[in-house]
């Protein structure tokens, strides 16, 4: 605390960026990160508002404006560096990015050997991608979470990778989702399709919703269009 105090007081905002599930936010002479985790929250605000009761870190600019990092749970992280590189070196490609094909995705996909959902919720195979975001696309792509990765073929990669992208794309123009009291705004939870559904029926068959565990994460798909292949 006390190296932010002496170091962020005169430096100005350059850039803001994101990188996986990391916010940075470029100052002139450092770097901020943040990652707000499951229960982290950003307010940007006048500076007179009042504080809230978890903020655990305010930024007050000379614009008169505020910034307040609110953490009720203390999962959040911020941190203050010269540069990127060891926060950010182990993290695998984002969706989106062009040099990623479907070619280059259902090669990575078949070096793994690892049941798909929880790849995909590796920060390291992939970076972006939460729990939501994984079984929605999963369902779109018609694929079992527990498929093992190198048994999708190049069709099924480029199924997936096309997925992933218009999931990811509909939850930004959504606002993301507002499940828990801390993401105000979002919208995402109207369109889910699978996530948070079990029992009820699958849009697509009408067959009921599945929910299992798969590495500690609640899983939801509907075993009708997500079958196992090879199974
Ligand atoms: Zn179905």
Redesign the pocket.
């Known amino acids: 605390m006390e190296t932010f105090q002496a170091l962020l007081p005169g430096q100005s905002v350059q850039d803001i960026g994101r990188r996986a599930k990391f916010l940075t936010i470029t100052l002139s002479e450092s770097i901020l990160v943040f990652h707000l985790r499951m229960s982290g929250d950003l307010r940007m605000e006048p500076s007179e508002s009042p504080l809230e009761k978890h903020d655990r870190m305010v930024l007050d600019f000379t614009s008169g404006w505020r910034l307040s990092f609110n953490d009720t749970r203390k999962f959040g992280r911020v941190w203050l560096v010269y540069d990127t590189l060891a926060i950010f070196a182990a993290l695998g490609p984002e969706p989106d990015d062009p040099a990623l094909t479907p070619a280059k995705f259902h090669e990575m996909l078949r070096e793994r050997k690892r049941a798909i959902k929880p790849l995909l919720l590796d920060q390291h195979f992939l970076a972006g991608l939460g729990n939501i975001y994984t079984d929605e696309a999963l369902f779109r792509a018609s694929i079992h979470p527990l498929q093992s990765s190198e048994t999708l073929d190049e069709q099924d990669a480029a199924r997936l990778l096309e997925a992933i992208r218009f999931t990811l794309a509909s939850g930004i123009e959504s606002n993301g989702a507002s499940i828990d009291w801390v993401y105000r705004g979002g919208d995402f939870q109207n369109h889910f399709q699978v996530y948070q559904r079990s029992g009820k029926p ?6 009921p919703i599945n929910k299992i565990l798969v590495g500690q994460r609640g899983t939801h798909f ?1 075993p ?3 079958k196992l292949k090879g199974a």
């Not at 699958?202 to 067959?207: A, L």
């Open positions: 699958c849009p697509r068959c009408g067959q509907c009708n269009c997500q």
